[in-house]
């Protein structure tokens, strides 16, 4: 199912009813998951490392890198899922309270097309 048919607390216990299956659980405390999500991140970045802005469209355009971009993506978001999960953080309501968050911090007609002032 894509993105607009799925919901995130259908994605936690997809990854939830994983662990359990395995006994996970007691590999899975916030430290652990923490970490876990820090290296997956950096093994997306792997992907980009050393490649110009102007080539990132290469990448996008090659099937098998996309494969490998995408797959680092949903390693990213599983544990991300399962930390949420064990930690009782709403991701939906956490999102929303840090976007209102950073609306206020970059206010859009200051911020707009611009990163800093």
Same mark, same amino acid.
């Given at each position: 199912? $894509?993105?607009?048919?799925?919901?995130?607390?259908?994605?936690?216990?997809?990854?939830?009813? !994983?662990?359990?299956?395995? #006994?996970?659980?007691?590999?899975?405390?916030? %430290? #652990?998951?923490?970490?876990?999500? $820090?290296?997956?991140?950096?093994?997306?970045?792997?992907?980009?490392?050393?490649?110009?802005?102007?080539?990132?469209?290469?990448?996008?355009?090659?099937?098998?890198?996309? +494969?490998?971009?995408?797959?680092?993506?949903?390693?990213?978001?599983?544990?991300?899922?399962?930390?949420?999960?064990?930690? #009782?953080?709403?991701?939906?309501?956490?999102?929303?309270?840090?976007?209102?968050? #950073?609306?206020?911090?970059?206010?859009?007609?200051?911020?707009? +097309? %611009? !990163?800093?002032?």
């Amino acid at each position: 199912m $894509a993105d607009g048919q799925t919901t995130l607390s259908e994605m936690k216990k997809l990854m939830a009813d !994983f662990v359990a299956e395995r #006994n996970w659980e007691q590999f899975h405390d916030p %430290k #652990n998951l923490s970490a876990c999500i $820090a290296i997956e991140a950096a093994e997306l970045m792997e992907h980009f490392q050393w490649t110009h802005s102007d080539a990132l469209g290469e990448i996008k355009s090659d099937a098998a890198k996309m +494969g490998e971009v995408t797959e680092e993506v949903a390693d990213v978001f599983a544990y991300l899922l399962s930390f949420a999960t064990i930690m #009782n953080i709403d991701l939906s309501e956490a999102l929303r309270d840090k976007m209102v968050k #950073n609306a206020k911090k970059y206010p859009a007609d200051k911020y707009y +097309g %611009k !990163f800093r002032l």
